[in-house]
């Protein structure tokens, strides 16, 4: 059993840092990096990516919407073309930089707002998968199992990763709770192991109505502004070995 563990990083600006990013980086096997619009900048890119050549990890662009003081998390009235150029716009960014550090970007992973947007408009979806496929086709786009970006990416000729987001509750539908609503965000170590020890052995995870729900996933998610996520994503890497598992970068889960 192959399994990446990814988080989502280097999501501060200038002096300012929301986890500890080196610590991090050494627990995870996967980095989805902020690329400068709803977190991150020219300094804290390099950064990130000089320390996941270091370690060994993979590197990919969490491109989300230009919004710092709402983290991304709002949705704002971008159309479809905006939203496109705006993914492009940071993909090229980390893409240059890690190409002067010798690194390869393997990977996209939307941020929340974007993320939302795209999911639920396959037109939307389409068009973004058509832009990354131009920029390398060799990218690959994490997902949530069957959903709309998912079903995009394979169209346009993209391998995906599907995800199991270990700090975040889901409902009945597989779907995740929304942010704001009691039980969303999963941030005690007990529930988190658990929660991953019943995904790794039966591939199931329990909803937040009681449901037993299956989970079709190859990497598990700790997002690194989930209080004590640098403890949690501990937790997901000891359970990970503890069931046999190897943990393994995307691009080498994949090739």
Aim: with cysteine.
């Amino acid at each position: 059993m192959q399994v990446d563990l990814n988080s989502d990083m280097g999501e501060g600006f200038g002096p300012y840092r929301l986890c500890d990013d080196e610590a991090m980086m050494d627990v995870v096997t996967s980095a989805n990096i902020a690329c400068g619009f709803h977190a991150g900048d020219p300094d804290t890119m390099v950064r990130m990516v000089r320390l996941a050549r270091q370690r060994g990890v993979d590197v990919g662009a969490h491109p989300g919407l230009p919004d710092r003081q709402g983290f991304g998390r709002r949705e704002l009235p971008f159309g479809p073309d905006e939203l496109r150029q705006q993914m492009l716009y940071q993909l090229g960014a980390l893409t240059a930089i890690a190409k002067a550090e010798g690194v390869t970007v393997s990977h996209v992973s939307f941020h929340a707002a974007m993320g939302n947007m795209v999911n639920r408009d396959p037109a939307l979806a389409s068009a973004m998968m058509a832009a990354i496929h131009s920029v390398d086709p060799g990218l690959i786009v994490f997902a949530t199992a069957d959903s709309v970006i998912e079903r995009a990416a394979i169209e346009a000729g993209l391998k995906t990763l599907t995800l199991f987001l270990a700090d975040r509750a889901y409902d009945a539908k597989g779907a995740l709770v929304p942010r704001g609503q009691p039980g969303a965000l999963v941030k005690d170590e007990a529930s988190v192991r658990a929660r991953v020890r019943k995904f790794l052995l039966d591939g199931t995870v329990t909803a937040i109505d009681g449901t037993v729900i299956p989970m079709r996933a190859r990497s598990i998610l700790v997002h690194s502004d989930t209080p004590g996520s640098l403890d949690l994503a501990r937790t997901v890497r000891s359970e990970i070995e503890a069931a046999g598992g190897t943990l393994t970068p995307v691009s080498k889960l994949l090739r």
